[in-house]
Every structure is written in C-alpha cells, then in structure tokens.
C-alpha cells in the first residue's frame, strides 16, 4: 500500500510535459464547450497524482502506458518533490474550481480557475516552465522546505551529472 501511495522521484520531464498538456486539452474542453463535469475529472485527476504519481491518474497512466512509449525522446530525469508540490497547487485549483461550479453553481468563476490553471498547464507542456517548480526553488532558498527534501532534490541533479559525465 506503501508504494501504491508513493511519488517517483526522480521525474521525467517528457511524461509531465505530456500530462500538463492533457490538462490543457481538457480545461479548454470544459470551458469551450461548457461541460462542468470535466472540472471533477481534472480535479480527480491531480489529487491522484499528488497522492500517486501517474498510478492513480487515467492521464497519468495514458501518457505513461500509451503514449511515452511511442516517443523515441531519451527520458530527462528532474527531481519528483518540485513536481509533486506543482501537482498540489493544480490539486488546490482544481478542486477549487469543482466546489466553484458545483457547490456555489459559479461555472464563469470555476472557469476562470480553470483558465488559469491551462495557463500554467500550457507553460509546463509547451516551454518546460513550471510554475509550481518555480515557487517550490522560492521555498526553498527561503528555508522553508525541509531539509531532506532539499537533499532529494539536490541528489537528483548529482546523479545527473554523473551520468553525464559517465557518457561523454
């Protein structure tokens, strides 16, 4: 149960890329063509991911199982703890934007929730600039991410380098 609750680290930037634009795909489904219920969708899907990884996520397992496989793009290894903290900002929007819609029937703010979180979903999956990776680094100069979190972190880009220096 243990592993099943579990988050990879290290990450590969490749599949989050793709996962982010999945969410992209389906915030601009719900808001286009006005379908609510994709906003529960999207919010099941982030909490599963924070919990999970991709093990939980039916996004995270269709990139995973279904369409990284088909890339002939070498997998680039980033640490899981920024990512996980940038799937817990998608999980708090989100769900903010279900009991939006849903709990208040305020589908225009839910959407603009929604709309936000497409912005920072299309900046991961289209320039490899996350948001929430951004304010996890802020968190971390400021001391006020734990410090064997900053070692996880800090471990990953190590094992980078020496693989790097391994293959050249």
Known sequence: MRGLFSF?????????RLVAGGVVILCAAAIILDQPWLTLVIAYGFVARVLSGPTLSPLG???????RPLLR????????????????IGAVLSVVAAVLVFGFGLRLAGYTVLAVLAVA?????????CLGCV????????????????QECNDIWNRNRGSAARAG
Do not use: H, Y
């Not at 397992?61 to 279904?66: A, D, F, H, N």
């Not at 304010?135 to 900053?150: K, N, S, T, V, Y």
């Open 8 to 16: 990879p680290n290290p990450v590969d930037e490749v599949s989050a």
């Open 61 to 67: 397992q269709l990139v995973t199982r279904g369409i």
């Open 73 to 88: 793009v070498a997998a680039k290894p980033v640490p899981g703890p920024p990512k996980r903290f940038a799937q817990g």
């Open 121 to 129: 979903a299309t900046l991961e999956s289209v320039f490899a600039l």
């Open 135 to 150: 304010m996890f680094g802020w968190l971390m100069r400021a001391g006020l991410i734990p410090e064997p979190i900053c």
